[in-house]
C-alpha cells in the first residue's frame, strides 16, 4: 500500500480541503491518505473553532484515512519548526510522497527556489541583514532579499509572497535539511485566496472566510455551500451542544486571569514570551474587558498578531520556555482516528514505522506528549467555562475509528 | 490622643464586634480605636465574603476610627505569623494598648501562660516532641504538652483549646518576644461560641455562623438581627451588585484553571504547598466539579481543611514560596478608611509612625504591597467571573472616608 501525507488544521473543514485531499490521493497514486493535523492550538495561536475529535470525524469523513496528531511544539510554532514536525512524522509513517496546496500548483518552481536559496545562502543572508539595518520589519526583509536574489535566476521561482507558497516552501526545505526520503507534490488550490471573504457564488471559500462568517452571523447557514455535509452536520452539532464556536473571546477570562497571576518578571517564563514586552501584556489586560481590546493595546510595528498570540497561547496553556525547549524532533505518532482502509495499513505497516505509535495516552511520561495533553486539557477547560459543558479529553478519548 | 489597637477580619461585620469595640475603647479609655484588618484573603484560606472596601465601611460605621490593611504575607499565615504582623502594625501607628475577645475574659492567666511556657520552654518542646512521635497531630501535640505542663502550674492559666484565647496567647507571645511596647488587654466573648450554628434568640452569631447561614439561605434575612443596621445594608447592597457573596466555590473555575494550568513540580513553587501532595492537587482538580469535591477527595489526617485552603489561597493568586517570604516585618502602614477623629489622629501622630502611611498605591515597588495589590487583582477577576460586574482595585481607590 501507497500513503501520500497532507498536512492539515482542519479549522474547519471544507470544500477545498475534500478537493485537496481527493486531488493529493489521484495524482500520487495512493492507496491511503494520511493526514497530520495540528491539535487544540494552531500556527497563527489560536485555538480550533471545534475540538480535534470533531475535526478528526470531518477528515475521515471525507478521504483522510488516518489522522495523527501535530504535536502542541510544532503546532504552534513558527514554519520552519511546523513543517519539521509535519514532515517528519509523515516521514516516520511511511509516506512516500507529501502534497500541499500551493499558489503556484507546480512542484518544478519551489525546486528552483529552494536550490536558488542553498546556492546563495550566504548573500541571501547577507541582503537580508542589509534590509532589517534600513529598519523595516523581518519577514519584509526576507521577502525583498529574495525578490532581488529571484532577479538573477533564469528558472522558474515561486512567489514567496503567497501564503501557501511559503509553507510548501518550508515543508520542501525542511524534508531536503533533514535528508528525508519523502518526496513532495503541489495542488493547485482553486479559487479562494487565503483571507478572502467568503464568495456566495462559489461552493469554495478559505477556512478564514469560513470562520469570520461563522463568527459573524453566529449561524451556520452562510457556510452551508463551502462544507461538505456531514462536516455541516459536525459543526451544527458542536453548535447545539456548545453554544458557540472557539475563538479567544471564548477564552478570554481565563486568559487574563492567566496573565495577572504573574509577576511581569514571571511572564517571561512563558514559551514564546520576549523580553520586553511583559508590562505591556500586563497593563494591556488590566485595562481590557475583551481579547480584541487587549490585542488592539499590544499590536505594534514590533509585535504582529500572530506573534503575539503565539505568546498568548503559551501563557494560556501554562508552557514555559523550559518546556518548549524546540526539539525537532517528535518521539511518537499519535493516532486520532482510522477508517477501515487506514486501520488495514497500519496492521500492515506499523511495525516499520520509525517512532512508536500511540492510540492511548494512558499513562505516559513523554514531555512532549504531556504539553498535547495539557494543551487539550487546557481548550476544555475554556470551552466548559463558556457553555458548561465537557469536551472529550485525552486520557479517556481512543482513536476514532469510521 | 490615646488610641487602642483590635485585629479583625469583620467577615462579616455583626454585633459581636460591635460590642468588642466598645468594650476595647471603654475599658481602655482610648479616644480612638484602630483596627488592623485583613484585606481579601483570611487566616483560614479564605476569600472574604464581602470586599474590603465594603468591610471597612462597616468598621467605621459602627466605632473603629481607622482601618488599616494586615499584608496578605500575614492575613493568610499561621497564627504566629499572623500575630507578628498584626501587633507590630499597631505599635506601628501609636497604639498603647491592643483588646482581643477571649473565651477567658481576663488577662492575667494569658501572661501566667505565657511565662510558664516561657520558663518550661525546653522541657515543653521535649513533651511536643514526645507526643508527635506516638502519631498523633502537631496541634493535638501542643495541646497536651501544655495540659501536661499546666498541672503543675499553681497560677491561673488560660484553656488553649478555645480558639479566640488561642489567638490571643499568640498576639502577647509576639508582642513580647519582639520587645514591643503595646500592652495586651481581653475583652470577654458574649455568648456564641466560635463554630456555632446561630441561635434565633439571640443578638449575637459567630460570624461562621452567620456565614453559613447567607451561604445556606441565599438570603441575608436570617441574619439581619446579629449584625448593625448599617452592615445589614452594605451586604444587601453587595447581594443586589453582585448576586452571591464570596467562597471558594465561587472562584472554582479559576482555581481549577490555575492548578491545571502546572506541572505537578512547577505546583511546588507557590507558597505553603508541601512537597507530596502535588499530585492528588491535581488529579483532585481534574476529578472535581466543585471546590467541595475537590477539598473532601484532598483531606486527610495530614492535611487540615485550614492548610489545604492556605495551599490553595496561594495556587490562586499565584504567589511563589519565593515571593512570600515569610518577611517577619511589615513594611507599610496601608490606611484603607478613617473617620473625622481617626483623621484627627493621623494629622496629629502620623509624623511620630514608625513606618510610612500609605493612602494611595499609585505606583509602588515595595514587594510586601505587591502582593496585597495581587490579591485584591485577583479577588476582583473572581467576583467579575460569577457576577460579570467589577469591583473598586487598589489602583483606583483613596481610603474611605466617613
Redesign the interface.
Known amino acids: 500500500m501507497n500513503a501520500v501525507g497532507v498536512v492539515v488544521e482542519y479549522n474547519p473543514f471544507h470544500n477545498g480541503h475534500f478537493y485537496h485531499i481527493s486531488q493529493s490521493k489521484e495524482k500520487s497514486n495512493a492507496d491511503v491518505v494520511i493526514a497530520v493535523m495540528s491539535g487544540h492550538f494552531l500556527q497563527r495561536g489560536e485555538p480550533a473553532v471545534i475540538d480535534k475529535w470533531h475535526r478528526t470525524k470531518m477528515a475521515l469523513q471525507n478521504g483522510a484515512d488516518l489522522v495523527i496528531e501535530l504535536p502542541y511544539v510544532f503546532s504552534t510554532g513558527h514554519a520552519t519548526l511546523f513543517s519539521e514536525g509535519a514532515i517528519q512524522l509523515l516521514e516516520a509513517i511511511g509516506c512516500t510522497n507529501f502534497a500541499f496546496g500551493s499558489e503556484e500548483g507546480t512542484i518544478h518552481p519551489f525546486l528552483n527556489t529552494y536550490k536558488l536559496l542553498k546556492v546563495h545562502e550566504e548573500q541571501y543572508n547577507a541582503l537580508i541583514k542589509q534590509y532589517v539595518a534600513t529598519g523595516i520589519s523581518y519577514p519584509q526583509s526576507l521577502y525583498k532579499a529574495y525578490e532581488e536574489l529571484r532577479e538573477t535566476e533564469q528558472s522558474q521561482t515561486i512567489d514567496l509572497s503567497k501564503p501557501n507558497n511559503i509553507l510548501g516552501y518550508h515543508y520542501i526545505e525542511a524534508a531536503k535539511r533533514l535528508n528525508l526520503r519523502i518526496e513532495p507534490m503541489t495542488i493547485p488550490r482553486i479559487q479562494a485566496g487565503f483571507h478572502e471573504d467568503i464568495n456566495t457564488e462559489s461552493t469554495i471559500a478559505s477556512a478564514t472566510g469560513i470562520r469570520k462568517a461563522i463568527f459573524e452571523q453566529q449561524s451556520l447557514e452562510k457556510i452551508k455551500q463551502f462544507v461538505p455535509e456531514e462536516s455541516f452536520m459536525l459543526l451544527a452539532d458542536w453548535q447545539q451542544q456548545y453554544s458557540s464556536f472557539v475563538q479567544w473571546e471564548t477564552f478570554w477570562?481565563?486568559l487574563?486571569?492567566?496573565i495577572?497571576?504573574?509577576?511581569a518578571e514571571?511572564l517571561t517564563r512563558f514559551a514564546d514570551v520576549s523580553e520586553g514586552i511583559e508590562f505591556a501584556l500586563i497593563k494591556a489586560a488590566?485595562k481590557s474587558n475583551s481579547f480584541n481590546e487587549f490585542m488592539t493595546q499590544l499590536k505594534s510595528k514590533r509585535y504582529t498578531w500572530t506573534r503575539l498570540q503565539r505568546m498568548v497561547t503559551h501563557i494560556y496553556?501554562?508552557i514555559t520556555k523550559e518546556?518548549l525547549h524546540y526539539s525537532a524532533k517528535p518521539s511518537y505518532i499519535r493516532l486520532l482516528g482510522m477508517t477501515k482502509n487506514g486501520q488495514a495499513y497500519l496492521s500492515q505497516y506499523k511495525k516499520q514505522f520509525q517512532l512508536p505509535l500511540i492510540s492511548r495516552v494512558a499513562s505516559t511520561n513523554d514531555p512532549m506528549l504531556?504539553l498535547d495533553i495539557?494543551a487539550t486539557?487546557?481548550y476544555a477547560?475554556g470551552v466548559?467555562?463558556a457553555s458548561g459543558k465537557k469536551i472529550a479529553v485525552d486520557y479517556q478519548t481512543p482513536p476514532i475509528r469510521l
Open positions: 477570562p481565563y487574563r486571569f492567566a495577572l497571576r504573574n509577576t514571571q488590566k496553556t501554562g518546556q504531556l495539557r486539557d487546557m477547560l466548559e467555562l
